[in-house]
């Protein structure tokens, strides 16, 4: 997450915390040969900015993995640029609110494959019913997660991002719930956000839903419980270790 | 010296980094008066079939990179797209490829994939090399590369294809025929495996 051209970390969206220069960030996953890097501008569409286009064409260049860009994602020209500087996927998500075609159209002028949907998911009212929250979790939309999802993917997204607000920071485990539900809803590929803190929550995810993209914050840039900020990433034989749970399931 | 032809494709700039960083020499161009001095081509390539060959045929270097390719015979290297151009044809598009390589581009039939995700094929994926090549010295087939299409390459003549990929069926992750390579995943985007790649471009003999 980004925020002032500086790499951040937040609790459930607020409280957070400074990890340094994005770009020096990029430079030392790459040399963990992390397997994908997202980077989302979380203030961009709260503040009604664009999208940064200088920081996106200096990550693009210095990532030898798949980047993957959101934040501020308004319109196709937005899209198209930020594919143009380099990055593999772009990430879209309040701007689809208001107008839900914008996946057609950007899926049309960059290719589904690049267009990923981030749904931030909230528990809220009474009830604590799941809903779609958008504007860096301000603003609700109403939206049922599970219908959404299918209405993005009929519309051509690629990818969708699920996060859990709620969970997000908490390092306690991934809303395998929630997850499970989109999975069903879904024939895209998916990657889940939000909870992780061991390597064991991205067994259990791998373990339970296969194919599937697991993605974490905290995890990957603190250490020790006082969460002093260190970027660490699983070893190859780690990594080869969470996937063999599934595959001799 | 090697030369990435510079058409507007985004993953330009991170296979220039590469050799940057391996000091090895480069140039981005899409200047007729530079391409044709040029000794190792390489055709970058993100996006979709049509509007890549559009994008040839708007900046009038088409009939340029036949000469270059089938005539002088310099080595040129194609990813993702880039490679796919290389057919005669694509299912993604009306556009005619450059037909360097015998074969046409298809969608993966999802009825072949056995469980979710389906497509696009995204993600790690291991390379089985088919035939013995410069390009592959170094390369630690576990380690795989990343992958993001759904579309492949049918290779017309087996004796084409370099290495293969499982996804619901087993397609051509890797292609040679003569002076021309086609690679489907992103060396630029595979750490160390794919640095290795553009190395071996690099010390092909011409």
Sequence with gaps: MVRDKGLIKTVKFKDSKYLGDPLNAVKIFNEKEVDELIVLDIDASAENREPNFTLIKNLASECRMPLCYGGGVKTVEHAKKIISLGAEKVAISSAIIESPQLITEIAQAVGSQSVVVVIDVKRTGFLKKQEVFILNGKKSTGLNPVDFAKKVESLGAGEIIIQSIDYDGLMTGYDLDLIGKIREAVTIPISALGGAGTIEDITELIHKFGVIGASAGSLFVFKGKYKAVLINYPSRIEKNQILSTYINK | ?206
């Design chain 2, 1 to 206: 010296m090697i030369t990435l032809i510079d058409y507007g494709s985004g993953n330009i700039h991170a296979i220039a980094n590469i050799y940057k960083r391996l000091s090895i020499k480069y140039q981005l161009t899409a200047d007729p008066n530079v391409l044709k001095e040029a000794k190792k081509l390489i055709l970058p390539g993100v996006g979709d079939f049509d509007e890549t060959m559009k994008a040839f045929k708007q900046l009038g270097i088409k009939n340029l990179l036949n000469e270059l390719v089938v005539e002088k015979q310099v080595p040129i290297l194609g990813v993702c797209v880039g490679m796919q151009i290389l057919g005669k044809s694509s299912e993604e598009g009306a556009e005619e490829g450059f037909g360097w390589i015998d074969g046409q581009v298809k969608k993966f039939d999802i009825e072949k994939l056995q469980t979710k995700p389906y497509l696009p094929h995204m993600g790690w994926n291991t390379v089985q090399p088919q035939k013995e090549s410069q390009l592959f010295e170094n390369i630690i087939s576990e380690n795989g590369f990343y992958f993001l299409h759904s579309y492949y390459f049918e290779c017309k003549n087996n004796d084409d294809i370099l290495a293969t990929t499982e996804y619901g069926i087993e397609f051509s992750s890797a292609i040679n025929h003569k002076n021309v390579y086609g690679f489907q995943f992103h060396p630029e985007k595979s750490h160390q495996n794919g640095v290795e790649i553009f190395r071996n471009f690099a010390n092909l003999a011409c």
